[in-house]
C-alpha cells in the first residue's frame, strides 16, 4: 500500500488552522482522538472496578498510571516531527542498546529476562522499539523514492529484525510480534513489493519446523497446540481459554450487567484484569458493549490513519500510518487470543487492561500522532 504524496512530496493539507479549536492550536492535541482515548480509558475504568472484585484501590492505582501516560503524550505532542525525524537513528540506536542490556544484566523472573532495575527505577527497553522502530523505518524510507528499491527494503527488513530477534529471545512473544508489526507497517505503507511480500511468507513457511524446533520455548508449543485443541487439556493448559470463551458466550447480546459476571467474580477467569480482561466486558456488557468498544478503536484507527493522510511529508505519513496500524494490531491480537481465534502470546488490551509500562508507550506514540496532525503549518515552514 501506498500512500501518495502529491508532487513535492507534500499534500495539499485542507483545513487548515482556521478550524482547529482551541486545544489543538495552544496544546498540539487532536481533540477527536484525545475524545476518543479518554472514552477508552473510561471504559477501562468501569471494566477493571468490576474485574478486581469492586476495588477502588486497584482503580485509583491505574488512574494514576493514566494520568502519567496522558501527561506523556501531551509533553510529546509539543515537540514537532522535525524533531522526531533529526533523533531517529539516535532513540533506535539507544533502545537496541537496551535490549542488548537486557539479555546481559536484566531481572530474571517466570523464566523470563525482560526487565532492567536501575535501582530508582526498573523499566521494559522493549516497550521503547515499538516507537523507535517505526521511527526509523520512517527515518530510512522517507527521504528517497518511494516505493524503496530492493536493497533498501532489505534494509530496512535487517533492521526490523534485529530488535523482534532480541525481544523473542528474552523471551517475550507478544511484544516481539508488535515490534515486528510497528517496523512492518510503516514499509507496507512505503509501498513493499508484492513480490517481495510472498517471497518473505515463502521464507517464514519453510522455516516454520526450524522456529518450532529451535526457536520455541516449551510453553510456546504448548500455547500453540492449545489453540489448535483447548479440550485437549481442559485443566492445565486449555483452562484459560475455554474459561473465557465461556464468559464470551454467557454474555449473550445485552450481557449479565455490570458487576453481575459470574464467571469473573467467581475466580473462573485468570488474569481477568490484565490479558483477559475483554473476557469480562463481554460477559457483563455482551455483544452490544462489544461492538460498541470495538466501534471506539476502530475509530481510532480510522483517526489515526486519516492523520497519516493529510501528513506533510513522507516522513510524517508513514509514520502516522505505521503507528496507528500498529494500535490496529495490538487489539486485534488481544481480542483474538481471548476470544480463541489466535494462540495465547501475552498481550494486554489497549487502554483497558491494567498496567502501566505498555500504557505509557501506547500514549506517548499517540503524542507523536498529534505532533504531526497539529505542526503542519509549523513544519512547512
Do not use: C
Not at 516531527?81 to 533506535?92: K, M
Not at 510497528?182 to 509501498?191: D, H, K, N, P, R
Request: proline share 4%.
Amino acid at each position: 500500500m501506498w500512500l501518495p504524496t502529491s508532487a513535492n512530496g507534500e499534500s495539499s493539507g485542507g483545513g487548515g488552522a482556521a478550524g482547529l479549536g482551541l486545544v489543538q492550536r495552544r496544546l498540539h492535541l487532536d481533540a477527536t482522538l484525545l475524545g476518543m482515548l479518554l472514552l477508552l480509558s473510561t471504559v477501562g475504568l468501569v471494566v477493571l472496578y468490576s474485574a478486581f472484585g469492586e476495588s477502588l484501590v486497584q482503580v485509583e492505582r491505574q488512574l494514576i498510571r493514566l494520568a502519567i501516560a496522558f501527561a506523556v503524550m501531551v509533553v510529546l505532542a509539543q515537540f514537532p516531527p522535525l524533531v522526531y525525524r533529526r533523533w531517529a537513528p539516535w532513540v533506535y540506536a539507544a533502545s537496541l542498546a537496551l535490549l542488548v542490556a537486557v539479555l546481559v544484566a536484566g531481572e530474571l523472573g517466570g523464566g523470563a529476562r525482560r526487565w532492567l532495575d536501575l535501582g530508582v527505577v526498573r523499566f521494559q527497553p522493549s516497550e521503547f522499539m515499538k516507537i523507535a522502530l517505526p521511527l526509523l523505518v520512517a527515518w530510512l524510507l522517507a527521504d528517497r523514492e518511494l516505493p524503496p528499491g530492493f536493497g533498501r527494503t532489505m534494509l530496512a527488513l535487517l533492521l526490523i529484525a534485529l530488535p523482534v530477534g532480541l525481544i523473542a529471545v528474552q523471551p517475550d512473544l507478544g511484544t516481539s510480534i508488535l515490534v515486528a508489526a510497528a517496523g512492518g507497517s510503516v514499509l507496507f505503507l512505503a509501498g513493499l513489493r508484492w513480490r517481495i511480500m510472498a517471497g518473505l511468507l515463502a521464507l517464514l513457511a519453510a522455516a516454520a519446523p526450524m522456529l518450532w524446533y529451535f526457536g520455541m520455548q516449551g510453553y510456546q508449543r504448548q500455547r500453540v497446540l492449545t489453540f489448535l485443541d483447548p479440550e485437549r487439556d481442559p485443566l492445565g493448559a486449555g483452562y484459560n481459554i475455554i474459561q473465557s470463551k465461556i464468559a464470551i458466550g454467557s454474555g449473550g447480546l445485552y450481557g449479565k450487567g455490570w458487576l453481575n459476571g459470574t464467571q469473573a467474580h467467581l475466580d473462573f477467569i485468570p488474569e481477568r484484569h490484565t490479558d483477559f480482561v475483554f473476557a469480562v466486558l463481554a460477559e457483563e456488557f455482551g455483544f452490544i458493549g462489544v461492538l460498541l468498544v470495538l466501534a471506539l478503536y476502530f475509530a481510532v484507527v480510522a483517526r489515526g490513519l486519516w492523520i497519516a493522510h493529510h501528513a506533510q511529508d513522507s516522513f510524517g505519513r508513514l509514520l502516522a500510518g505505521g503507528l496507528a496500524l500498529t494500535f490496529f494490531v495490538y487489539f486485534f491480537v488481544n481480542i483474538g487470543m481471548v476470544s480463541g481465534l489466535l494462540p495465547v502470546v501475552g498481550l494486554p488490551l489497549p487502554l483497558i487492561s491494567f498496567g502501566g509500562s505498555s500504557l505509557v508507550t501506547l500514549l506517548a506514540a499517540f503524542g507523536i500522532l498529534m505532533s504531526i496532525h497539529t505542526h503542519r503549518r509549523l513544519w512547512s515552514s
